[in-house]
């Protein structure tokens, strides 16, 4: 997640030593955390019920309970380690299972959605929501799932219809959507507070505890509260221990605000060697940036493009693979034909942005203006996407639109990367 601004708001800039120049992560500690890390109980049984649903499926191939079963294991192993193969596997056994059941079990289309959703596949999410309303109607769950994919697909009006048709749910899913809302529509604090209440409502359920708090220290460091951040995010990992989010997110901190490259380093390859998300090699490759090693820093780009270029990923990360094509690796008509793919596979005001900077990268001024005026002016922005634009502005000689994009990106200065950080410095000074 990353906090939206409206541009059109005026935001004072501050210098950069208004923000605590002490050290924030526990170089020790983290040391020791990492010299001693082992598998959390709820990797543990994750890993059990695995074995366990994996024996009962080639016993039993044919039994109507064991592959969603498995599948649901498979899925949450890759909430936790972040193979892809287990997400891709486990999306193709429901269907199975979907296909078993003739179609008639609303359920199935939910998590077939849901599954959808996290490959990215937004409008197929769409089409197995429609299913299961055709089945059951418009239940509650049905709403919630609604307001997932209509957030997505850039729906936001819609979404935030649902979520006040929702609001006497006090729920954790309800908790959870609002403050993805929130913090969609600039209120922060709100958001942040939203999740931890939906901790709260969790109860025993350690792995919904932590998925709120860990949400909770991302919105953090957006926030630029990066003592709050790191607490919660030590929180989270006493929950589960396996909770490598997390453990980047001190390794970012101890990178963004304590400068201890060193340190980031190593956690970032430690989470590397444990788990086979591609997301620490591009944290690596920030390390690179942070140090000016831009030959390292290809190294970690190369390598993190040739992981997310496996079909098995789809279009999950392209959002980095167009950050990195207009930058280090600088391959601008990759990033545009990507770029224009995610246009058309949710189109939000962030997709615009990437296709706009892409184009300009790409030497295609005149068609990234018209786009930008078109789709993203005046529309809510990320970060990343502030920055672009900032940096769109001025090249096409926009001074006072571009210092505006950047005074709403140094807001957000904690989602960017050393070098960008760097720039948006310089040319506010």
């Known amino acids: 997640m990353n906090l939206r601004y409206f541009i059109f708001l005026a935001f004072p800039f501050f210098a950069a030593c208004n923000n605590s120049e002490k050290k924030i992560v526990n170089a020790a500690f983290t040391d020791s955390l990492l010299l001693h890390y082992s598998p959390s109980v709820q990797a543990k049984t994750t890993d059990s019920n695995l074995l366990f649903w994996q024996r009962r499926m080639e016993s039993l191939p044919d039994n109507f309970v064991n592959g969603p079963e498995y599948a649901s294991t498979l899925a949450a192993r890759f909430r936790m380690y972040g193979d892809i193969h287990d997400l891709t596997r486990a999306d193709s056994l429901f269907k199975c299972s979907n296909k078993a059941n003739q179609g008639k079990e609303p359920g199935l289309f939910r998590t077939l959605a849901s599954l959808a959703m996290m490959q990215h596949r937004f409008k197929e999410a769409d089409s197995f929501r429609i299913k299961a309303v055709n089945i059951d109607g418009k239940t509650i769950t049905n709403a919630f799932l609604d307001f997932d994919v209509s957030f997505e697909l850039g729906g936001y009006a819609r979404a935030k219809n649902i979520l006040a048709s929702l609001a006497k749910d006090k729920s954790y899913s309800y908790l959870f959507r609002r403050s993805k809302y929130e913090h969609y529509d600039g209120s922060l604090d709100t958001a942040i507070s939203c999740l931890m209440q939906a901790a709260e409502k969790a109860g025993t359920n350690k792995y919904l505890v932590q998925v709120a708090v860990s949400n909770a220290a991302d919105l953090c460091i957006h926030k630029g509260d990066l003592k709050q951040a ?171 639109n571009a210092q505006q994009f950047f005074k709403a990106a140094w807001e957000n200065r904690y989602d960017l990367s050393p070098s960008k950080v760097k720039y948006l410095e310089k040319n506010l000074e």
């Open 230 to 400: 790191y607490g919660l995010y030590l929180q989270s990992i006493k929950i589960d221990a396996a909770d490598f989010h997390s453990i980047m997110g001190i390794g970012w901190i101890a990178l963004v605000q304590d400068k201890n490259d060193t340190l980031a380093e190593r956690i970032f390859q430690f989470v590397h060697a444990h788990q086979k998300s591609p997301d620490a090699l591009l944290k690596l490759e920030q390390v690179a940036e942070a140090r000016g090693d831009s030959l390292l820093q290809k190294k970690y780009a190369a390598a993190f493009v040739q992981q997310v270029n496996d079909s098995a990923y789809g279009n999950m990360y392209n959002k980095y693979l167009i950050d990195i094509y207009t930058g280090i690796l600088n391959q601008p008509a990759k990033a545009a034909a990507i770029a224009l793919q995610e246009t058309g596979n949710r189109s939000t005001p962030q997709t615009y942005a990437w296709y706009a900077w892409s184009l300009f990268c790409n030497n295609e001024k005149d068609k990234a203006y018209q786009i930008f005026k078109g789709f993203v002016s005046g529309k809510p922005l990320e970060g990343l996407e502030l920055y672009y634009m900032g940096r769109l502005m001025k090249e096409m000689d926009k001074g006072y």
